[in-house]
């Protein structure tokens, strides 16, 4: 079935590169996402890849994909005390009997500490 | 990106009862979907409602509790019906972006049932 693993909490100091991973089990994903979710609040869209791509950057945010190993990474630079939130990564793949249902992993909360 | 909006933004209601939530988009979409974050938890999709048709629920998740309305491609309803304290949650609408690939989220209605 499909399934999505992120690690639950890492703690960074400000300045410092975060890493968040994540791991999926749907070979079929051709879409993959990361979600930032502040306390309080809906989540925002951050990026996505497509799954023929390896790597998509845009500005601080760099997203790695490995389809290989179904493994996913998102790498903030220069992490800021604003980057603190729940991180969510999902997948989904567009086709037969399926319209763009996400599935989402449990969420990593990254802690930034000045 | 669409611009969402739900109402209630938060609510508390009584065992037994039942709640209405609204979600807005600031433009046309085929597809809507709604899901639910329960405390601490990841998101699940509860159902997918587009124009016109019957909404299309999840595993675990029927009409009777769950009645969705889509009267217009800018509009849709959940009603959580006949709530218990396990339906604390909050529950969140999204739209496929304009490419069809990007899925963007609503505030949320942080519900809580007692």
């Known amino acids: 079935g499909e399934d999505v693993e992120q690690s639950l909490f890492l703690s960074v100091r400000e300045g410092d590169s975060s890493v968040i991973n994540c791991t999926y089990t749907?070979?079929?994903?051709?879409?993959l996402y990361w979600y930032k979710q502040e306390p309080g609040a809906g989540l925002q869209l951050l990026t996505y890849?497509?799954?023929?791509?390896d790597m998509k950057q845009d500005q601080r945010l760099t997203v790695l994909l490995n389809k290989k190993d179904k493994h996913l990474s998102l790498r903030i630079a220069d992490t800021q005390t604003g980057d603190s939130a729940i991180y969510f990564c999902?997948?989904?793949?567009f086709g037969s009997g399926n319209t763009g249902k996400l599935i989402f992993g449990q969420g990593t909360t990254l802690q930034v500490k000045p | 990106s669409a611009v969402i909006s739900q109402k209630p933004s938060r609510d508390i209601c009584q065992r037994g009862t039942s709640l209405t939530i609204q979600c807005q988009v600031d433009?046309?979409?085929?597809?809507m979907f709604w899901y639910r974050q329960q405390p601490g938890q990841s998101l699940t999709l509860i159902a997918t409602a587009n124009q016109g048709s019957e909404a299309t629920y999840e595993s675990g998740f029927v009409i009777d509790k769950f009645p969705i309305s889509r009267p217009n491609l800018t509009f849709s309803t959940l009603t959580v019906s006949n709530m218990s304290p396990e339906d604390s949650s909050i529950y969140l609408c999204?739209?496929?972006?304009?490419?069809?690939?990007?899925?963007?989220f609503g505030p949320g209605t942080r519900l809580t049932v007692t």
């Open positions: 433009s046309q979409v085929t597809m």
């Open positions: 999902a997948e989904t793949h």
């Open positions: 749907d070979s079929s994903s051709t879409y």
């Open positions: 999204s739209v496929e972006g304009g490419t069809g690939y990007e899925q963007y």
């Open positions: 890849i497509f799954s023929n791509m």
